[in-house]
């Protein structure tokens, strides 16, 4: 498995500390390890270059953002630069003003093209359109058997050749591949372009293309001329490097992805989670998608009122932890998230589960103005809940300062997030918006 970045950095960086300025050889050092973790994750030699002058240039200078950490902040500025290098997200398929809307698609032998074509079909279908799929492979018999199959049994109008006129006004075409890049495979796409009015070529593209991707992009490009790239087996081992070379060798954007096999499997190209994807970030948008099914949306409305009053109840602070325990074991949250390996690494030994146990029995132990007014906790009543929860009176004195010291961080940053979730904790609060469903 690759290491991922965030944890390559952490080490890297780990004797910053505190606040200010990078140093130069602060951004040096954590660059080195940005430019090996896009290297393995297959991203063209060249594009990582000027990734990464890129990245020196936003670094210059940048100050460690509170609440994260020299790593962090340089893992912001990565993530932020090819958010902006992947160009954003894609808005789908762009119909055309005066149907048929026709899509090509070229692409390499075995990229997905077949495939790919009967997905895009699914898609104009699920937004309100008549598609047909239009098998132009003649090079290979079982090629055109294959989409005539896989059309019909997903219910797509299919045709051997361009239809004159007709209900559908979508048309997808499925062209032939080969197996390398070749003179006499730009020359047919031409041709075929030529005689039809395209509205869009897509290049399918093999995730796992690596470092030819480049030469791929740019052969397709320049011959044939490309308005997009569709990003096919995502669901496999691909680190996701091939989106950059791809986009930065056609100039084009990603519009989808290819997560599977099944007609269904095709979606919409999401930047920030190919960036995510890239950086090898871990899963944090599934994370957070879990935080969110786990959350219960009014009892987070009052703990964020009480967090921002100062009056964070213990009533709040249960509710915290039962959220906690409701998305899991905590080990396999921390490897959702960036430098969890860390963190898991310190609580070894630990047991959490049982750790969150006791607090929510003493809770448990506390009468119901007690928890709402932690200041009334004096010795008498402290020694009076630890006898009720079965505990020493050090473990309720934990409890109070961990309550304190939650209080005490979300004043500090002053935020609380919508979803009721703290913002601006380290580790976690640069973070939200990533993540990678694939
Ligand atoms: N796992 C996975 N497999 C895919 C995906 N897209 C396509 N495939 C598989 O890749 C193989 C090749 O796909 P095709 O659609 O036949 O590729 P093609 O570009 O039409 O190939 P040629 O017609 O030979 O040029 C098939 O087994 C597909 O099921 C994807 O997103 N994920
Ligand atoms: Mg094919």
Do not use: C
């Amino acid at each position: 498995m690759f290491e991922a970045l965030g944890d390559r950095l952490a080490a890297a960086l780990k004797k910053i500390s505190g606040r200010g300025v990078l140093r130069p050889e602060d951004v040096d050092a954590g660059l080195r390890e940005v430019r090996l973790a896009l290297l393995e994750a297959d991203v063209n030699f060249k594009v990582v270059k000027e990734f990464v002058e890129r990245v020196r240039a936003r670094l210059a200078g940048a100050e460690i953002s509170p609440g994260l950490t020299a790593p962090q902040t340089v893992i912001k500025a990565v993530d932020a630069e090819l958010v902006e290098l992947l160009g954003g997200n894609s808005e789908g398929l762009r119909y055309a003003s005066h149907p048929p809307t026709v899509l090509m698609l070229v692409g390499l032998q075995g990229s997905g093209k077949t495939t790919t074509a009967v997905k895009l079909a699914l898609l104009a279908r699920r937004d309100g359109h008549r598609p047909m799929v239009v098998g132009l492979d003649r090079r290979r018999p079982a090629a055109m058997e294959q989409l005539k199959i896989l059309a019909e049994r997903n219910q797509v109008a299919f045709a051997s050749e361009i239809p004159k006129a007709g209900p559908e006004d979508v048309l997808i075409l499925d062209t032939a591949g080969r197996l390398h890049v070749e003179a006499e495979l730009m020359a047919e796409l031409k041709q075929l372009k030529s005689k039809v009015k395209v509205a869009e070529t897509l290049l399918v593209a093999d995730s796992m293309t690596g470092q030819e991707a480049v030469k791929v992009g740019e052969a397709f490009g320049k011959e044939v001329g490309v308005d997009g790239v569709i990003l096919t087996k995502l669901d496999g081992d691909a680190r996701g490097g091939a989106a950059l070379s791809f986009r930065v060798a056609t100039g084009e954007r990603i519009r989808f992805a290819g997560t599977g096999e099944k007609p269904t499997d095709l979606e919409v190209f999401h930047a920030e989670r190919m960036a995510s994807r890239i950086l090898g970030m871990g899963d944090v948008l599934s994370l957070i998608e879990k935080a969110e099914a786990a959350v219960d949306k009014e009892k987070a409305a009052e703990v964020e009122r009480h967090l921002r009053a100062g009056q964070l109840s213990f009533d709040d602070f249960l509710s915290q932890i039962r959220q906690l325990r409701g998305m899991g074991s905590l080990e396999s949250m921390l490897e959702m998230v960036p430098g969890g390996g860390a963190i898991k690494g310190q609580l070894a030994g630990a047991n959490t589960e049982k750790e969150m146990q006791k607090m929510e029995a003493i809770i448990l132990s506390m009468t119901p103005r007690e928890r709402a007014h932690p200041e009334l906790l004096d010795g008498a009543r402290k020694r009076r809940i630890a006898r009720g929860s079965g505990v020493q009176p050090a473990d309720v004195n934990r409890l109070i300062k961990a309550r304190d010291a939650m209080q005490k961080l979300a004043k500090q940053f002053g935020a609380v997030n919508r979803k009721g979730r703290l913002a601006g904790l380290p580790g976690i609060g640069g973070f939200q918006k990533g993540g990678a469903g694939w």
